[in-house]
């Protein structure tokens, strides 16, 4: 009996002994492995892609080339191809026009307005504009506003767009003349209580036609409106309390361009010029004579928005913007993604992808990790566009997208990534700055696994701080 316990004693001794052996001579990679979920390990849902820029050795790979939906890690993609293609001081412009002479401040045919694909302009840019032309001398514009969106296709939403997201602030429609990322705001007060709550739309001059239905007051419920199918009409629903300062709701508009040219004629106005005639759509003539350029911030500028904000608008104009430059306008989503794929095989990306929108709201988009990190290779490496598209990304519980995630943790400051979200699909793809001082391009990518994939990003990012000892894994 003695001897079967010194046996069986012995032998979890040699367990135990050939387990710790085991675990000192796990390989890092290895270690990054036991971090993947048990039940993505096998389900194809999540891939990952961790590359040293320091050694140019991959230190993990799982998954590395299957295609995924990226989200807004399309994002990543759109950016690298539009800083390489047109350059970080590239500007976009809108051009005004008059369709015939000025004589004794009166701008003769109409002004017209045509559009670049500018996706920064602001109402407070066309009140600027207003007011140059004013200090011109002009004081009467006769024959209305045209407005010129020829430069783009005029397909609005972009294929596998939801069309429950028609009217959704994230997902306007697209065109060449852009104001406030095609979107406006219905600001809402209380009244009385019982009463009809005010309201006022930002920007004034926007052609929409609001039908107030809400009321105040004090019983639970919040605000909401919606677009009448067909129509340039909003209806108000709901409650406001009275005991609230305002409420903003922000909404998609219908028409981007009848929208510029609305805001724009209002702007005109209110400097103090008389505008007889309506906004409508036109192609700017031969004989059009040129008023006034406005040039754009430039796009390294434009592309720290996109990424840092995360902003669908802008990489759709970008897409279309490729399109129009490379092959020609107008520029369409077709065209400009036949631009990205050209540039992505050009830098040496040899595995499958699919290149869709701008924004990666598509569900048609798919790319690969190991696409994702041999794009941000390329970004880091080329002395042009690098420091431009590094800044742009968030930084981890500092700003942008990542503002709030990481903070007080030892990936603040270390993590410049962007995030990517839409249904079940979550990305996080970026650099990160190891303790040793190396430069991690990592992509993460998954769908269908759910809101745990967060703490898996979490998990594997906060090891490869301590980076790196490369055993490289490949996994399924």
């Given at each position: 009996m003695r001897r079967f316990i010194f046996t069986s004693l012995h032998?979890?001794?040699?367990?135990i002994v050939s387990h710790i052996a085991f675990s000192a001579n796990l390989g890092y990679s290895d270690r990054l492995f036991i971090l993947i979920p048990k039940e993505a390990r096998s389900n194809g849902k999540l891939g990952?892609?961790?590359?040293?820029?320091?050694?140019?050795?991959s230190i993990f790979e799982f998954n590395a080339d299957k295609l995924f939906i990226p989200a807004s890690n399309q994002?990543?993609?759109?950016?690298v191809a539009a800083l390489s293609l047109l350059k970080p001081d590239y500007r976009f412009t809108t051009e005004f026009y008059s369709g015939g002479e000025v004589s004794d401040g009166v701008l003769h045919g109409g002004l017209y307005v045509k559009g670049y694909g500018d996706p920064t302009l602001e109402r407070d840019n066309l009140v600027f504009i207003a007011n140059q032309i004013k200090m011109m001398g002009i004081k009467?514009?006769?024959?209305?506003?045209?407005?010129?969106?020829?430069?783009?296709?005029?397909?609005?939403?972009?294929?596998?767009?939801?069309?429950i997201w028609r009217g959704d602030a994230f997902s306007p429609p697209?065109?060449?003349?852009?104001?406030n990322h095609n979107t406006f705001e219905i600001h809402v007060s209380p009244s009385r209580s019982g009463g009809t709550p005010y309201i006022r739309l930002d920007p004034p001059g926007s052609y929409i036609q609001v039908f107030n239905k809400a009321?105040?007051?004090s019983r639970k419920g919040g605000l909401s409106a919606h677009w009448v199918d067909g129509s340039n009409a909003v209806v108000l629903n709901g409650r406001i309390s009275p005991r609230r300062t305002s409420q903003a709701l922000e909404l998609a508009v219908v028409d981007?361009?009848?929208?510029?040219?609305?805001?724009?004629?209002?702007?005109?106005?209110?400097?103090?010029?008389?505008?007889?005639?309506?906004?409508?759509?036109g192609i700017v003539p031969k004989w059009g004579n040129p008023v006034y350029t406005h040039n754009s911030i430039p796009l390294a500028l434009v592309v720290n928005e996109y990424n840092k904000e995360s902003v669908n608008v802008i990489g759709e104009n970008l897409i279309k913007t490729l399109g129009a430059h490379f092959k020609g306008s107008p520029?369409?989503?077709?065209?400009?993604?036949?631009?990205?794929?050209d540039f992505l095989l050009g830098i040496g990306v040899d595995n499958d992808f699919r290149i869709v929108d701008g924004s990666g709201l598509s569900n048609l988009n798919r790319v690969s990790p190991k696409t994702m990190t041999d794009v941000l290779q390329y970004a880091y490496t080329n002395k042009l566009i690098g420091p431009d598209f590094v800044k742009s990304l968030p930084i981890a519980g500092v700003d942008g997208t990542l503002k709030k995630r990481f903070k007080s943790s030892v990936l603040e400051g270390r993590v410049f990534a962007k995030t990517g979200y839409i249904n079940n699909v979550r990305a996080l793809s970026g650099y990160a700055l190891t303790r040793s001082g190396d430069v991690l391009a990592f992509s993460i990518l998954s769908n269908g696994i759910g809101p745990q994939v967060k703490t898996f990003q979490s998990n594997i990012l906060t090891e490869l701080m301590d980076c790196c000892r490369s055993t490289a894994y490949r996994g399924n």
């Open positions: 032998l979890v001794l040699v367990l990952v892609v961790v590359k040293s820029l320091t050694t140019n050795e994002k990543v993609i759109i950016s009467e514009i006769r024959g209305g506003i045209i407005v010129d969106d020829s430069y783009f296709e005029t397909v609005r939403f972009g294929k596998g767009w939801k069309s697209i065109s060449a003349l852009t104001l009321v105040t007051s981007p361009t009848l929208y510029t040219g609305g805001v724009f004629k209002r702007a005109l106005e209110d400097s103090g010029i008389k505008v007889s005639g309506a906004v409508s759509k520029g369409s989503w077709e065209t400009g993604a036949q631009v990205i794929s």
